[in-house]
Nanobody
Framework: QVQLVESGGGLVQAGGSLRLTCAPSGRTFSRSHMAWFRQAPGNEREFVAAVFWPDGSAYYGGATQGRFTIARDDAKNTGYLHMYGLKPEDTAVYYC????????????????WGQGTQVTVSS
């Protein structure tokens, strides 16, 4: 397991953009797949996007495809989630995860997590 640290959340108006950053604390996740999930109050944790090691290919959940871009920079040991065209329904705590899941959309299959960063989109 690796402790992950997210940053970059905040309050933004609808239509705005944010960039979330994920970095491991004290170790590297450069040989793991990396993903972002989000969880709004009263909802289950929802898959947002994943980026795979080593080729950097990406896979997106349906709610955010076309508006969000996931990326990783293994030289900097950092992952990113670029969010554009934000909507109020994107409001949630966003979590970074890493591991070798057999099913990338399942939060149960990642063994490393961050504490989350709040994203709030006002209408």
């Amino acid at each position: 397991q690796v402790q992950l640290v997210e940053s970059g959340g905040g309050l933004v108006q609808a239509g705005g953009s944010l960039r979330l950053t994920c970095a491991p604390s004290g170790r590297t996740f450069s040989r793991s797949h990396m993903a972002w999930f989000r969880q709004a109050p009263g909802n289950e944790r929802e898959f947002v996007a994943a980026v795979f090691w080593p080729d950097g290919s990406a896979y997106y959940g349906g709610a955010t495809q076309g508006r969000f871009t996931i990326a990783r920079d293994d030289a900097k040991n950092t992952g990113y989630l670029h969010m554009y065209g934000l909507k109020p329904e994107d409001t949630a705590v966003y979590y970074c995860a890493a591991g070798w899941p057999s099913r990338v959309t399942s939060s149960l299959e990642y063994d490393s997590w961050g504490q989350g960063t709040q994203v709030t989109v006002s209408s």
